[in-house]
């Protein structure tokens, strides 16, 4: 050891203070060099991780944003869905009621031979009657109109004899004027008027001047069917009243 030492040069008190400030100097130079390193390091490092948080943060929005988009799908997917169902059940309702009217219609198609049948009887039933009806009446107007005929055929034979006259007033009414009656004014007119109904019935009106007896000779006429016994009748009656 003192054989390494002897050879060692020997060194001044300036030589050393040299030396420590040549090594200080180093030290502070390696220091700098390595805070600037760590310095840029640092900076790397917290850009690095401001990119990552900023990416994080984009990549949290797109996700966020992603999630609403999908929220707001499901939630139309829903209302879809329930409008959907809604539909489902109104067209089963209406095809409940379809079926309801197809039962319905059936019944009725069940039913309508026998109803058709029915209203077939009826119609003839009444076509029948109709015709009935409809021969009664031409019958009644041919027996009216043979009334009609007799009462102007017997006018015509007591027309000379009794000064009888006739005229047609319509609606099948016939008035029966009366002259040569009043000794006094063999001018003067007496007259009636008559008609038959619907059921064969005679109907004395208008008679002028008006007879009291009138009531009981037209009863005699209907009972007996009598006409030329009804005109010598009234005319009697006439003749009465001016005696």
């Known amino acids: 050891l003192f054989k390494c030492c002897e050879s060692l040069p020997v060194m001044t008190a300036e030589s050393v203070v040299n030396v420590i400030n040549r090594v200080d100097e180093e030290l502070r130079s390696e220091i700098v060099e390595a805070q600037a390193q760590v310095a840029r ?3 790397e490092q917290k850009q690095r991780a401001d990119s990552v948080a900023l990416e994080s943060q984009r990549t949290l929005e797109d996700v966020k944003e992603h999630m609403l988009q999908k929220e707001q799908e499901l939630s139309q997917i829903a209302e879809a869905d329930d409008a959907l169902q809604q539909r489902a059940r109104e067209e089963e309702s209406r095809l ?3 079926r309801r009217e197809l039962e319905q219609l059936q019944t009725q198609e069940n039913v309508l031979p026998a109803e058709l049948q029915r209203l077939t009887k009826t119609h003839e039933h009444q ?4 015709t009935q009806r409809e021969s009664a009446f031409q019958q009644l107007q041919l027996q009216k109109e043979q009334k009609i005929t ?5 006018c015509s034979i007591y027309r000379k004899s009794l000064g009888l006259e006739f005229e047609r007033m319509g609606d099948e009414r016939l008035r029966l004027i009366f002259t040569n009656v009043d000794e006094r004014a ?3 007119a007496f007259s009636f008027q008559v008609f038959v109904d619907q059921i064969d019935r005679y109907h004395i009106e208008n008679c002028e001047p008006p007879l009291t007896d009138l009531p009981a000779l037209t009863e005699k006429l209907n009972r007996t069917n009598d006409f030329s016994a009804f005109v010598r009748g009234v005319r009697r009656e006439f003749k009465r009243l001016c005696s």
């Open 41 to 43: 390091f640092l900076t």
């Open 96 to 98: 409940q009621e379809l």
């Open 186 to 188: 063999p001018s003067r």
């Open 150 to 154: 007799e009462l102007d055929k017997g």
């Open 127 to 130: 076509r029948q009657l109709l």
